[in-house]
């Protein structure tokens, strides 16, 4: 621990460190990790696993193989985001996966519309109340105040009762868990509105996770509440002894990755047509996985958010990869647990390197 | 206390009448399908007039056992139990039996199922109907439209799950016997841990490689759909394709009813209740019951899906 952090100095910047950008060599492993689906693709599938070799169709690309790509990490991307801030100011969120099940279920039951075939909507939550055809900002600020209300709690108990992170998160998951199967009693919650299902159609997750990635890699890097995030993580007594409230930055980091999750579960269930209490069960541990191999620090200060999209392609090319070499299912999860930890393994060598130089 | 009473009047009425008078255990009251179940029970109990006492374990193997030996110590007739826990069957059958009170278990099946004493069954579906009536009825649209070679792709449940691996299974033998008649290929067939969204991924990524396939056959409904939506998504006729789930479910009959779901199966919940509860009597009586009763799977297409809307 103490040769990463060594020299840092806590609150010091130096742009010369920064010179070369880790995330480089995030994108390195990017290109070769596709060169080598690309490769093995041609020997063994004789076909390529990024350009177009189809006939009826003109590109040079595999247009739909590129969305995929980058569509199936979008949601737990847009989870990333967030779980990336509190991963560089030192904390951990075990809490988003269960967030984006109780989402899912409190905003969708509030999204349901009331006839589907013309018959009344079989899994209306509140059709007594007559909630139905909603218009969609309900369910929308309804989701969002979920994760609000879910992240203002971890960050206060994080910030005020001191515990630790990883115990604080670890009882908003099963506590939030609970909850998406209290709601309804274990049953799923479908039919929403052509309003809602227009939230997460098509490319709009990928929309939404770019958008906000380029908005929070802004706000990481310019903004005071940036600063206080890898402040924070690299040395929270500096801050403090320098006046800077702790504490309430804490519960701003906690609160933005809650509205994150919340946002995720919204567009999740949205793209599905559907919420179910089972919704998101791991999805922390991607995000986290994301973050950590786009070269975020579990020791905290250290790491961007372009590391972290950089982490989630990575994620979306192994995933369309090992459909793409027609990979045995048993298979791909063993592998995709060896990518993980070889990816930290490496950072962990390069970053002892320059922890000497 | 409630339960006390109930249970205390349910005696008293047991004992004043010589009605047949059943003690019924479920694992949990608030699970969707078991309440169906559950209800299908009690209506075949008002139906003939047989008295039901019918309790929650809430999950707790421990609780269920109290409640088995609470039914035989007021008397009844007969006990019908569904397990919490499978692999913990094995008290209560000998408490039953000890007690000489006939006992079923229902839907879960029990692990001493094939060491069962007299006067105890088990009443469920068999899992192998599922995927076999699923895969067959595949077989016929595709000979349906004149079709002799079709490629399809499988979508597989939780790998680690008995009902995934069975129905799994049951597609490939299906395909490799002599009913299908058409000669399938899988092109592959993957993972989507039941989920909708991970399908829905899956079948994505499959349709970025640009195979012509004919249909998809997934392990539950929730991976259908997400196939549908998938492969609607790309912009191809749903007509062209054949889509197969298992389950029966609302959002799957509805995705039915909209032309984009072609089959699925259904599991009689309502059908094993009174079942189990009529296997319950006639072993009260004396009389002798298969130890193994298979309610069977239906399969449910858009010609007689109107039976099924309000089933689940």
């Known amino acids: 621990m103490s040769t990463t952090t060594h020299g840092l100095g806590g609150l010091k910047y130096d742009p010369s460190r920064r010179a070369r950008a880790p995330e480089w060599n995030v994108f390195f492993a990017l290109i070769g990790i596709v060169l080598i689906f690309e490769l093995v693709g041609r020997i063994f599938m004789g076909d390529s696993f990024l350009f177009n070799t189809r006939d009826n169709v003109d590109a040079i690309f595999n247009h739909q193989r590129l969305q995929i790509i980058i569509l199936q990490v979008s949601i737990t991307g847009i989870i990333a985001l967030g779980v990336t801030q509190v991963i560089i100011s030192g904390g951990i969120d075990l809490s988003s996966g269960s967030i984006v099940g109780a989402t899912a279920m409190v905003a969708m039951s509030f999204a349901q519309v009331a006839m589907v075939n013309g018959n009344p909507n079989p899994k209306a939550i509140f059709a007594a109340q007559g909630w139905l055809d909603l218009p969609v900002i309900v369910p929308v600020m309804v989701g969002l105040g979920c994760g609000l209300l879910a992240g203002f709690v971890n960050g206060a108990l994080v910030a005020y009762t001191k515990i630790p992170p990883f115990i604080a998160t670890l009882g908003m998951m099963v506590t939030a868990r609970g909850i998406a199967k209290w709601w309804s009693k274990g049953n799923p919650i479908s039919f929403p509105t052509d309003s809602y299902a227009a939230i997460g159609k098509g490319m709009m997750p990928v929309v939404i996770f770019v958008g906000l990635a380029v908005l929070f890699h802004l706000i990481l890097t310019y903004t005071r509440y940036g600063k206080h995030c890898y402040g924070i993580g690299s040395n929270e007594q500096a801050m403090r002894m320098s006046g800077i409230n702790v504490e309430k930055s804490k519960v701003l980091i906690y609160v933005i990755a809650g509205l994150l999750s919340a946002l995720a579960a919204i567009v999740l269930s949205s793209k599905n047509l559907t919420a179910q209490a089972g919704m998101g069960v791991m999805y922390e541990l991607d995000a986290i996985a994301m973050a950590v191999i786009g070269g975020v620090s579990l020791q905290g200060g250290r790491g961007s958010i372009i590391g972290t999209v950089l982490g989630a392609l990575i994620f979306g090319v192994i995933i369309s990869g090992f459909t793409f070499l027609k990979l045995d299912a048993y298979y791909q999860e063993m592998v995709k647990g060896v990518i993980i930890v070889g990816a930290v393994v490496l950072d962990q060598w390069r970053q002892r390197g320059r922890g000497r130089g | ?312």
């Open chain 2, 1 to 312: 206390m409630k339960k006390f009473l109930i249970a205390g009047i349910a005696t008293l009425m047991g004992t004043s009448a010589m009605a047949e008078n059943i003690g019924v255990s479920m694992a949990l009251f608030d699970d969707n399908f078991l309440t169906v179940l559950r209800n299908g029970m009690i209506d075949q109990g008002k139906a003939i007039g047989v008295d039901l006492q019918v309790e929650d374990a809430q999950n707790d193997v421990a609780k269920q056992l109290d409640q088995i030996n609470n039914f035989i110590a007021s008397g009844v007739s007969a006990i019908v139990v569904n397990p919490v826990d499978t692999s913990a069957t094995q008290a209560m059958s000998d408490a039953a039996n000890a007690a000489g009170v006939p006992l079923v278990y229902v839907n879960r099946e029990p692990v001493n199922v094939d060491t069962l004493p007299e006067k105890q069954a088990f009443v469920a579906s068999n899992e192998v109907d599922s995927g076999t009536l699923q895969t067959l009825e595949v077989c016929r649209l595709f000979k349906e439209a004149g079709k002799t070679e079709a490629n399809v792709y499988v979508i597989m449940g939780e790998l680690s799950n008995q009902a995934a691996v069975v129905r799994t299974k049951d597609i490939h033998d299906v395909i490799g016997g002599p009913d299908c008649g058409v000669k399938i290929n899988i092109l592959d067939e993957q993972t989507s841990n039941w989920q909708r969204d991970q399908a829905q991924n899956l079948m994505t990524n499959w349709l970025s490689s640009g195979a012509a396939f004919d249909g998809v056959i997934a392990n539950n409904d929730e991976s259908a759909i997400g196939a549908i939506q998938a492969i609607k998504a790309a912009g191809i006729d749903m007509g062209s394709v054949v889509i197969a789930g298992i389950d029966a479910t609302q959002d799957a009959l509805a995705a039915m009813q909209a032309g984009d779901l072609d089959v699925t199966v259904f599991q009689d919940a309502a059908g094993q209740g009174a079942g189990a509860l009529d296997a319950a009597i006639k072993l009260s009586k004396g009389e002798a019951v298969e130890k193994k009763v298979y309610v069977p799977f239906k399969l449910v297409t858009p010609a007689n899906i109107g039976d099924y809307l309000a089933k689940n």
